[in-house]
């Protein structure tokens, strides 16, 4: 098993532009999640999918929107990005929601 | 609003010298409790969870963390430490009445082991 994939590695965008960060498990799990990780503040909750064709948002949604394609997959997409956009973004899922999340190898954007 | 406090940002230690790594969470009636390990240029792995039961859980490499409910505490401990456990280390928090979706992360705390 891949578990939890992402989709590009590294990214450099320009102000302005648009781009969609791409996310599949294959675990079968209901919930998904997407992060964003900033140093000194952790990890912080852009969007989350408790089940498929559910969507909510997390601590920081503005500026992001996702989309639930299947149970497999989520996508976060920057319609317009912004440096402070700049971020390494990590998504996970989970069997439920308060149990373990598994993580993706996380994207690196820099947003110029 | 639930948060988590890491109260260290670095820990430098020894080799097989032990270690706590402090994690505190604002009150709450009931919390799920989770430590994850990151390694260089990796995601986040599960460490060790408190969802419910006894309050002190162990990790398969020797770490163990002990839920204290009355003082909102939640702190990582191994006895003797090895090069290979130099990560940064993340307390996480879920509140159940909300499914335990919003997962609350503290900041990290970065563990440097010294030869």
């Known amino acids: 098993n891949a578990g939890v994939t992402q989709t590009p590695k590294f990214q450099v965008l320009k102000t302005g532009q648009s781009m969609t960060l791409q996310c599949a498990q294959d675990?079968?799990?209901?919930?998904m999640y997407w992060y964003r990780q900033d140093p000194g503040m952790g990890l912080r909750l852009i969007y989350y999918?408790?089940?498929?064709?559910?969507?909510d948002k997390g601590e920081v949604p503005n500026g992001y929107n996702v989309s639930r394609l299947n149970k497999r997959e989520f996508s976060l997409r920057l319609e317009s990005a912004a440096p402070s956009q700049t971020s390494v973004y990590f998504c996970?899922?989970?069997?439920?929601?308060?149990?373990?999340?598994?993580f993706g190898p996380g994207t690196r954007l820099t947003v110029l | 609003a639930q948060s988590v406090t890491q109260l260290d940002s670095q820990v430098p230690v020894f080799e097989e010298a032990p270690v706590e790594l402090r994690c505190n969470y604002s009150?709450?009636?009931?919390?799920?409790l989770f430590w994850y390990v990151q390694y260089p240029n990796q995601g986040l792995q599960l460490l060790l969870k408190y969802l419910s039961g006894s309050t002190l859980v162990e990790s398969i490499n020797g770490f163990e963390a002990e839920f204290n409910k009355s003082q909102t505490s939640f702190h990582l401990r191994k006895p003797s430490v090895h090069i290979s456990d130099t990560a940064e280390y993340f307390c996480?928090?879920?509140?159940?009445?909300?499914?335990?979706?919003?997962?609350?992360f503290g900041a990290g705390t970065r563990l440097f082991v010294k030869a």
């Open positions: 675990m079968n799990h209901n919930s």
């Open positions: 996970a899922s989970s069997p439920l929601g308060y149990n373990e999340q598994f």
């Open positions: 996480a928090v879920s509140d159940p009445h909300t499914g335990g979706f919003k997962t609350i």
């Open positions: 009150s709450s009636v009931s919390v799920y």
């Open positions: 999918s408790a089940s498929e064709g559910t969507t």
